[in-house]
């Protein structure tokens, strides 16, 4: 069987009836999925079906919020391989409207969630999660000191991931996320060891410890990891949350103080240690 190489870029521009970097643009903000095979960007049939059969919108720069899909125009850069289309989709929400906090948020989590439901579904390599994890990596440290807040600190706050959990890119936005906020953050990273928790706590005599679990497979570790923190500061408010962490009865089960849903239910945890601290 002869493999379907799909259009090249140039044929596909023709077929829209725009200028070659009209098309390219297209492809750089993830409007239109293509793939580069052998240098060329490959686009398939159906997709430039699928792309003249969309309602056609304004540049990307000037459409109203809410109206583009970024996640998906991420996902399709990541999955490409495409660091500077990625970028580029990062830049044009930006000017759009969104905040580096909604980015964070809105356009790449949902991208590799999105990645890593295909991996475990057999439909992508491994190579193509390990490629966008390192995409996301670079766009992370770009956008990382946007973050920082001036002013006086409300405190400081240890947040990493236990030993095993490998997924270093959730405990770096959630890092940012949380400094936007105030804090500031030691982050010590994904697959921890228990005593890295102890260590960073204590030297930066931080508020509360934040415990990332992405695997339910991590419970164990996770519960290590409290246990660790309870032994070594009694009286430290230790927070669990994150996509193996699915209610505050698992949060228990791993001796947690608090179970957060969400960033906006870890911020407002995070107020709550704040005031105790001073009403102590």
């Known amino acids: 069987m002869v493999r379907d190489e799909g259009l090249t870029l140039h044929e596909a521009a023709a077929e829209l009836g725009v200028h070659y970097m009209t098309a390219y643009r297209y492809v750089r903000l993830g409007q239109l999925d293509a793939v580069k095979r052998s240098g060329t960007w490959r686009v398939s049939r159906a997709e430039l079906d699928r792309f003249r059969a969309e309602p056609s919108e304004e540049p990307a ?10 996640g998906q125009r991420m996902h399709s850069r990541l999955v490409a391989g495409d660091a500077g289309g990625a970028w580029s989709v990062i830049e044009s929400a930006l000017a759009a409207g969104s905040t ?3 980015v ?3 356009v790449i989590s949902p991208a590799l969630v999105n990645i890593g439901e295909r991996w475990a ?6 190579s193509v999660e390990h490629r966008a994890t390192g995409i996301v990596q670079r766009i992370i440290g770009r956008l990382g000191p946007q973050f920082v807040r001036r002013g006086r600190s409300r405190g400081s706050v240890v947040i990493g991931a236990p030993s095993g959990e490998r997924h270093g890119l959730v405990v770096s936005m959630l890092s940012d996320l949380v400094r936007a906020a105030g804090w500031e953050v030691s982050d010590i990273g994904a697959d921890s060891p228990a005593s890295s928790f102890v260590s960073a706590a204590r030297e930066t005599r931080s508020a509360a410890v934040v415990v990332s ?5 991590s419970l164990e570790s996770c519960r290590d ?10 009286d430290m408010p230790v927070i669990v949350g994150g996509r ?12 947690a103080d608090h179970h957060s849903a969400g960033l906006d239910d870890l911020l407002d945890l995070l107020d709550q240690v704040a005031a105790g601290s001073r009403t102590a």
């Open 213 to 217: 679990v992405t695997h339910a497979d």
């Open 100 to 102: 580096p906090a909604r």
């Open 225 to 234: 990891t409290v246990l660790a923190i309870r032994e070594a500061e009694p």
């Open 244 to 255: 193996g962490i699915a209610s505050r009865a698992v949060a228990a089960s791993v001796g």
């Open 61 to 70: 720069e000037r459409a109203p919020r809410g109206r583009v899909d970024w």
């Open 121 to 126: 579904a057999g439909e992508l390599d491994i």
């Open 104 to 106: 964070y948020t809105e």
